[in-house]
């Protein structure tokens, strides 16, 4: 089977997981679903990013160890992810030894290859940023709280990749998109790149992984969260396993950590001469009143609300599709209640008691026999374009063609009236009821990388574990079951 190997950013855990969180996670489990949909063999990596001065000072805030405040945290993304119906493949978190260990060899190879070195360097630190601004972003006033530090650091090399790092984004060989992402990030690069502070005092900063070859520092938290993604599929260690599904698909992120991604990461990779990722992808912010939604803002949704209130499919349904992938969305509840009922309580969930109702009333609860396996509906169905789009990432789109094709369906059903044709010719009228019933059965798989559960409802209500992609599959005869409506419209 095709590996396909994606990841999420791992989270800070200085506070409770955000819709922002949310949405990235719930994408790259889409994303996965899918590819496993083609017959791939997916392989989805989440995880916490726990070192560094947010979670230092978060855990003094709460008056614990830093330990204990991240292991305290943890099981509020965990069962999060398991509320939101997450099937990840492997969940790392920055303080386990499989990752510091990596961490400390990577350090190490990069030292030995002349690419680390010290040097004391005076400059403006952003606290929330935690690293060194340059003079430019200073003047930006984007960097909130600023100090002037002067002191011994070690720095990776990183400006003596540049030329290289160029003509692989240029030539695509690193993937960066959407395109206007790439083009940001060719635009920061037109300037000359400086070299990366990788160490912290330890004087200034003890929460973090300790620098091999000088104990009194710790790793920037960057180079050491970065590590992740080769870290956690056993990079140095399970070398057969690594190479497997190294270099990654596609690290799915938000647009504010670009730059560590698309400029850090594959210069560490360059002097480690390990292969880039293949692909780079950020994704958007969700806003409200055209603000970014965060937890510094004070506006954030929280996931588990929404999932009580209105059930986890309905929530993956609403932030897959109404995000056009690569650009900011704005949430509200008019828009999420609006959407849930025209899509998922009218026209998908309405279709679905229509056409069982009918079949129940006239077919003694049977799938009816198709006199042909031709149909308007059959010619829809096979306009919609899978592969190309999933490759694409475009899941909103993936959507939106399922939602015409739904449609689709009840104008096929209006057209053809099955209710007045089963008077006066009952094959006839069963083999329309047919082929609502496949289309139906189609769509719900389609649809069942976003909308897992209720997918499965579906299938059973349709009285079939038929999961292929084909049109026809679908058995006469079975048993139809009839149910509550599947998607309550929302007053
Ligand atoms: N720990 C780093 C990532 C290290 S990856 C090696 C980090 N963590 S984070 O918890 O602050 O954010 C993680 C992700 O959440 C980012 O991709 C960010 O874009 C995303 N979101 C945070 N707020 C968001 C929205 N309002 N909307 C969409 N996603 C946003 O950064």
């Not at 958007?284 to 986890?312: I, Q």
């Not at 006239?362 to 169905?381: G, Q, R, V």
């Not at 939602?403 to 069963?430: C, H, Q, Y």
């Not at 990388?449 to 679908?474: A, F, H, N, R, Y």
Request: aromatic share 10%; proline share 4%; with cysteine.
């Amino acid at each position: 089977m095709q590996k396909y190997y994606l990841t999420t950013p791992i989270y800070y855990v200085n506070d409770k997981p955000h819709i922002g969180h949310a949405y990235t996670t719930i994408l790259a489990d889409t994303i996965a679903r899918y590819r496993a949909l083609l017959g791939e063999d997916p392989m989805l990596l989440t995880g916490l990013d726990e070192h560094g001065l947010k979670v230092q000072q978060a855990a003094e805030k709460n008056g614990k160890s830093p330990k204990n405040h991240c292991d305290d945290m943890a099981p509020a993304f965990v069962n999060l992810w398991e509320k939101l119906n997450i099937k990840y493949s492997d969940f790392i978190r920055t303080t386990e030894e499989r990752h510091t260990t990596v961490v400390q060899k990577i350090l190490d190879e990069v030292h030995k290859n002349g690419d680390i070195y010290i040097d004391e360097y005076e400059g403006w630190y952003s606290v929330s940023e935690e690293r060194f601004i340059t003079e430019k972003e200073l003047d930006s006033g984007e960097f909130g709280q600023v100090r002037k530090i002067k002191e011994k650091n070690y720095f990776f090399k990183m400006s003596k990749y540049q030329t290289q790092l160029i003509k692989k984004i240029k030539s695509d060989e690193l993937l960066i998109q959407p395109v206007s992402r790439k083009n940001e990030v060719l635009g920061f690069l037109r300037n000359e790149l400086s070299d990366l502070c990788i160490s912290r005092p330890k004087s200034r900063l003890e929460w973090g992984i300790e620098l091999p070859f000088d104990k009194d520092y710790v790793t920037y938290v960057w180079f050491d969260a970065l590590i992740n993604y080769v870290s956690a599929i056993g990079a140095f260690k399970n070398t057969k396993y690594f190479k497997k599904l190294w270099p990654a698909d596609v690290h799915l992120i938000g647009k504010d950590i670009l730059t560590t991604h698309s400029v850090y990461w594959p210069t560490m990779l360059l002097s480690l001469k390990i292969p880039l990722p293949k692909r780079i992808f950020a994704h958007g912010w969700w806003l409200t009143d055209n603000e970014k939604m965060s937890k510094s803002l004070g506006n954030v949704v929280s996931p588990l609300l929404l999932v009580d209130d209105f059930g986890v499919d309905a929530v993956r349904y609403y932030l897959m599709s109404e995000m056009v992938l690569g650009i900011d969305a704005t949430f509200s509840s008019e828009s999420f209640e609006k959407k849930y009922n025209s899509d998922l309580a009218n026209d998908f969930g309405n279709l679905v008691s229509r056409v069982s109702t009918l079949i129940n009333n006239n077919f003694d609860s049977k799938i009816p026999t198709p006199s042909t396996m031709e149909s308007d509906l059959a010619k829809n169905y096979k306009k919609i374009i899978l592969k190309d789009k999933l490759d694409n990432l475009e899941i909103d789109k993936v959507i939106n063609n399922t939602m015409t094709f739904i449609r689709s369906i009840n104008v096929f059903v209006e057209k053809n009236e099955p209710w007045k044709l089963v008077k006066v010719d009952k094959n006839k009228a069963g083999n329309i009821l047919f082929h609502c019933a496949e289309a139906l059965r189609l769509s719900s798989i389609l649809l069942s990388p976003v909308m897992p559960s209720k997918s499965e409802d579906i299938l059973q209500i349709l009285g079939t574990k038929e999961k292929s992609l084909v049109w026809g599959k679908l058995k006469p005869g079975s048993s139809i079951t009839l149910s509550k409506p599947i998607f309550p419209r929302i007053n």
